[in-house]
């Protein structure tokens, strides 16, 4: 299948995931283009991680397709795909706690290239240079030699996502970054996420309704695993069935 670079950069098409009898996704399309911002909400148990979790391949669709800029990556693994373009965080960061700020981003950019050049100093020097410069993209620029035990939940998660950008990608899945963050940390996701890379379409699994109508264009809800509805923040917010879902009353009647 050949793609301009007008097209897509992540689709997913009929992709479903079935536990059992049990559908925690069900033949949900979607679609990112490049710059855009997209929120995945919805109630607790709607599927939403088990969604990320299959674009970023760290489970296995039941049927359906997800196709990165043209190439089907239904059956690649999350490792290739990360070198393909699609990178992702977790809810939970996943930093190398005894290693600096700044050696966790050498590692993620050698994690993403797959070359075993990392450790040479010329290579280190190169990367090293970068990783600052991420840091200092994310706010964490004065933090570069601080080892990652000491960061606060909230800089944990600011790192991962500056390792996640070590590799360039052209997408960028993040699950719940603000999870647990209040107050300055929750201030600094925000700048952070504001500052991503314009032309990286990024989709964000999110409760925080802040952080949604700040970040995103466009918002997707799912509820029992479907697509409820997608639109803008505003549209979603005064979608009747969407308030019925979170209220369990119909529009204006809740
Ligand atoms: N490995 C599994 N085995 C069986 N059921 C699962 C498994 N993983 C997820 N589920 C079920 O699939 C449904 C969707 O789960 P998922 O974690 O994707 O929801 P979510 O929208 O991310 O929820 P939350 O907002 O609470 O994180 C839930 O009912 C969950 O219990």
Redesign the pocket.
Same mark, same amino acid.
């Given at each position: 299948m050949t793609q301009t670079s007008f097209g897509p950069q992540l689709s997913a098409r009929g992709l479903t995931?079935r536990?059992?009898p049990?559908l $925690?996704?069900d033949d949900v399309d979607l679609d990112l283009a490049a710059g855009d911002r997209h929120a995945l909400i919805?109630? =607790?148990? $709607?599927?939403?991680?088990? *969604? *990320? =979790?299959l674009l970023a391949g760290t489970?296995r669709p039941t049927a359906g397709q997800v196709v990165l800029a043209g190439r089907d990556i239904t059956r690649t693994r999350p490792v290739r795909r990360a070198r393909l373009g699609l990178s992702r965080t977790f809810?939970t960061p996943a930093v190398l706690e005894s290693l600096t700020a700044l050696d966790n981003l050498v590692v993620a950019a050698w994690r993403h290239t797959g070359t075993h050049t990392a450790w040479r100093p010329a290579r280190r020097r190169t990367l090293a240079a970068r990783g600052l410069h991420r840091l200092d993209e994310v706010g964490l620029g004065d933090h570069a030699h601080t080892p990652a035990r000491e960061l606060s939940h909230g800089q944990r998660r600011l790192l991962e996502i500056a390792g996640a950008l070590t590799a360039n990608p052209a997408v960028l899945l993040l699950d719940?970054p603000a999870a647990g963050l209040a107050d300055h940390d929750l201030t600094l996701l925000l700048d952070a996420l504001r500052r991503l890379p314009a032309q990286t379409a990024v989709l964000l699994?999110e409760?925080n309704q802040d952080v949604v109508t700040t970040l995103a264009h466009t918002v997707t809800v799912?509820h029992h695993?479907r697509v409820l509805a997608t639109g803008t923040p505003h549209a979603i917010h005064t979608h009747p069935a969407v308030a019925e879902v979170y209220l369990g009353t119909p529009h204006g009647t809740g």
């Open positions: 995931r536990y059992g049990f $925690a996704v919805g109630p =607790n148990g $709607a599927g939403k991680s088990t *969604l *990320l =979790n489970i809810q719940e699994v409760h799912l695993g």
